[in-house]
C-alpha cells in the first residue's frame, strides 16, 4: 500500500527503523494509524447493543457495541436517520461499518451505514444448524451417554446467585432423601460472562472426587438468556465431562442445546430433584413390598415342603410298615404251604411209582422165580447151564437157590426131558432130574444126578 502522508526526511521511514535515539514523533503515529484504518473496507459485524441512547434532534446517534462471547466493545456512530426504532439496549444486531480513527485521543470507532436487528427466527437459526453440526459429529449419541447412579454421594448444582431453581432442587431433593449432600456452585447463568463463568464451575464439580452428578439448573425465561446454554464451548466441555450431567432448564419452548448432550434431560429444576435421588418413602414401601414377597414364598414353599412330608408319611409304607411285612409274611407262609404240599405230593407220586416200578421189577426178576423153587445151574467158570445137552456126567455144577446155593454132580443128562420153560431154573423143593445135591442133607432119587 502507497503511502500518502510523507514521513520527513530526518526521521526513520520505517516504523521498524525507530529507536531511542530516533524516535516517531506522536502525531505522525496516528497519522500513520488514521492512514492505515482509511483503507480498510466495509464490513459487517455483529454484536450486542449494551448502551444506547438516543439524542433527540442530534444528526449522529452513538451506540456501544459488545461481542457475544468476550468483554470486548466498541463506540459506533450512524446517522438518525439510518438508526431503526427496534434497536434498543439489549438488541442483538449485525452491522455495516467502516473503521474510523480518531486522532484526537487515539480512539477507534465505526461508521455505520446500516444496523439490523438480528430477530430470534434468526438466531434459532443458526442454532439449529450448529445443532446439526454436534449431532453429526455424534455429540447427542445416545450410546455415549452415562448413567446416574442410583444414590449419589454428593450433587454438584450449577445455577444462577440466588434463584428459584436453586431452592426447587435442593428442597425436593432432600423431601426425596433427607441424607442428600450438594455442592452448590451459584455463577451467572445468562448474559455477558455466563458461558465462562459456567464452565468455571463445571470444570470444579467435574474434578470433584465425591460429586456423582451435575445439574445445571435455572428457572424459564425468554430464548435470548437462555443462549448461553447452546454455546458450542459449554456443549464440547459437557460432552467431555466424566461426571453425568442433567439439564434442568425450566423452558417448554425451544430446548437449548444443553438438554441434547446432557445424559439426562429434566423438564424443571423440580422435576430434576425427582430424577436424581430416590424417595425415600417408596423405598422403604418397595423393601416392606419385597421383604413380604419373599416372606409369604418361604412360608408358601414351607407349606408345600409340609404337605409333601404328609403326603409321603400317610402312604401305608411309612405309616403302616409291619402291614406290608405281615402281608408278605403271609405270602411266604402260603408260599410255604403250597411247596410244603406240592413237595410232599410230588414225593408220594414219586414213592408210588417207584413202588410200582420195583413191584414190576420184582415181578420181572430172577429173585423172584427162585424164590417160588426154582433155581440156576452154573458152571465152574459161571456159565449158565439152560440145556441138558451142555453137560456131561460126572461134571460138577453150582445150583444158586432163592436163599444159598447147592453143589451138585451130573450122575446123567437127558435132552428130551428139557422141557421147563425156566430153562435151567428149577423147583427148590426137588432136585434137578440129573443132578444130585452136595449141599443137602438129603440125597435125590432122580434119575442120571447123585449129589457130589
Known amino acids: 500500500m502507497a503511502s500518502k502522508i510523507p514521513v520527513p526526511a530526518d526521521l526513520p521511514q520505517q516504523a521498524a527503523a525507530t ?5 516517531w514523533p506522536l502525531r505522525l503515529l496516528s497519522a500513520k494509524i488514521k492512514e492505515y484504518v482509511a483503507a480498510m473496507s466495509r464490513l459487517w459485524v455483529e454484536g450486542e447493543v449494551i ?5 433527540p434532534g ?4 452513538f451506540l456501544t457495541l459488545r461481542d457475544l462471547e ?10 438518525t436517520f439510518l438508526l431503526p426504532d427496534s434497536v434498543q439496549s439489549g438488541s442483538r ?8 480513527f480518531y486522532e484526537g485521543n487515539g480512539s477507534l470507532s465505526l461508521w455505520a451505514d446500516e444496523i439490523r436487528p438480528v430477530g430470534l427466527g434468526d438466531i434459532l437459526a443458526r442454532i439449529e444448524l450448529l445443532k446439526r453440526q454436534l449431532a453429526a459429529e455424534g455429540l447427542f449419541d445416545p450410546r455415549r451417554k452415562l448413567p446416574l447412579p442410583f444414590l449419589p454421594r454428593k450433587i454438584g448444582l450449577i445455577c444462577g446467585r440466588n434463584t428459584k431453581a436453586k431452592e426447587d432442587v435442593e428442597v425436593n431433593a432432600a423431601g426425596r432423601w433427607p441424607a442428600v449432600a450438594f455442592s452448590t456452585l451459584e455463577v451467572q447463568v445468562q448474559g455477558n460472562g455466563a458461558v465462562e463463568a459456567m464452565l468455571g464451575a463445571l470444570a470444579t464439580l467435574d474434578a470433584h472426587p465425591e460429586v456423582d452428578d451435575i445439574v445445571f439448573a435455572r428457572g424459564g425465561g425468554i430464548v435470548e438468556n ?3 446454554l447452546s454455546d458450542v464451548r459449554l456443549i464440547r466441555s459437557v460432552a467431555a465431562a466424566t461426571t453425568p450431567i442433567v439439564s434442568a432448564i425450566g423452558h417448554e419452548g425451544d430446548n437449548p442445546l444443553l438438554d441434547f448432550v446432557a445424559d439426562l434431560r429434566a423438564s424443571t429444576p423440580t422435576d430434576a430433584a425427582k430424577r436424581i435421588v430416590p424417595d ?4 422403604s414401601a418397595g423393601i416392606a413390598e419385597a421383604l413380604g414377597r419373599g416372606r409369604r414364598a418361604v412360608v408358601a414353599r414351607l407349606d408345600s415342603a409340609q404337605w409333601d412330608l404328609d403326603t409321603l408319611r400317610a402312604r401305608p409304607v411309612l405309616s403302616q410298615p409291619h402291614v406290608m411285612v405281615e402281608m408278605r409274611q403271609d405270602n411266604l407262609t402260603t408260599l410255604h404251604q403250597w411247596l410244603l404240599h406240592h413237595t410232599t405230593a410230588r414225593l408220594n407220586n414219586a414213592a408210588a411209582e417207584i413202588d410200582t416200578a420195583l413191584s414190576q421189577l420184582r415181578a420181572l426178576s430172577p429173585q423172584a ?4 423153587g426154582y433155581s440156576i445151574l452154573h458152571k465152574h467158570d459161571g456159565s449158565v447151564v439152560s440145556n441138558a445137552t451142555s453137560t456131561h456126567s460126572g461134571e460138577s455144577l453150582r445150583a444158586v437157590l432163592a436163599s444159598g446155593s447147592l453143589g451138585l454132580t451130573v450122575t446123567s443128562a437127558d435132552p428130551a426131558e428139557s422141557t421147563d420153560p425156566v430153562g435151567s431154573a428149577h423147583p427148590a423143593g426137588s432136585a434137578h432130574p440129573a443132578a444130585t445135591s452136595a449141599d443137602s442133607p438129603s440125597t435125590s432119587t432122580s434119575q442120571g444126578v447123585r449129589r457130589g
Open 19 to 23: 529507536s531511542p535515539e530516533r524516535p
Open 51 to 55: 448502551t444506547l441512547q438516543r439524542r
Open 58 to 61: 442530534a444528526k449522529v446517534q
Open 70 to 79: 468476550v468483554n470486548n466493545s466498541i463506540t459506533v456512530k450512524i446517522m
Open 93 to 100: 444486531v449485525v452491522v455495516c461499518a467502516k473503521p474510523d
Open 226 to 228: 437462555l443462549l448461553p
Open 280 to 283: 425415600v418413602a417408596e423405598e
Open 369 to 372: 422165580t427162585l424164590e417160588r
